[in-house]
């Protein structure tokens, strides 16, 4: 079992910046990736960013790329997604999710095995 807290998200005006966190506890994370998904009003949930704890590489959507930074503390066994130059559309629950057995970081939210309780972020514009 991996248990998954998000914090961090907030209400911010459009061009502002956040990050959300998600400290993680239980199960290993060396074998896991992990990532953030966000699910806006009456959409589905959509990948954002992830990686593999143990790695270096990262996987970006096309509409956060160049915007968002993923990144980790592995003594504090906390993932992080600092998001910069935000706009209304970035307006969405922020989920963070934990999988094993994948060989991509560019997760799908039906591989994820655990999931946080998610974090509201609005951008107002």
């Known amino acids: 079992q991996v248990q998954l807290v998000e914090s961090g998200g907030g209400l911010v005006q459009a061009g502002g910046s956040l990050r959300v966190s998600c400290a993680a506890s239980g199960r290993i994370l060396s074998s896991a990736r992990m990532g953030w998904f966000r699910q806006a009003p009456g959409k589905a949930r959509e990948f954002v960013a992830g990686f593999y704890w143990s790695g270096t590489a990262t996987c970006y959507s096309d509409s956060v790329r160049g915007r968002f930074t993923i990144s980790k503390d592995n003594t504090k066994n906390t993932m992080y997604l600092q998001m910069l130059r935000l706009k209304p559309e970035d307006t969405a629950v922020y989920y963070c999710?934990?999988?094993?057995?994948?060989?991509?970081?560019?997760?799908?939210?039906?591989?994820?095995?655990?999931w946080g309780q998610g974090t509201q972020v609005t951008v107002s514009s």
């Open positions: 999710g934990a999988t094993y057995g994948l060989t991509t970081n560019c997760l799908e939210s039906a591989r994820v095995d655990y």
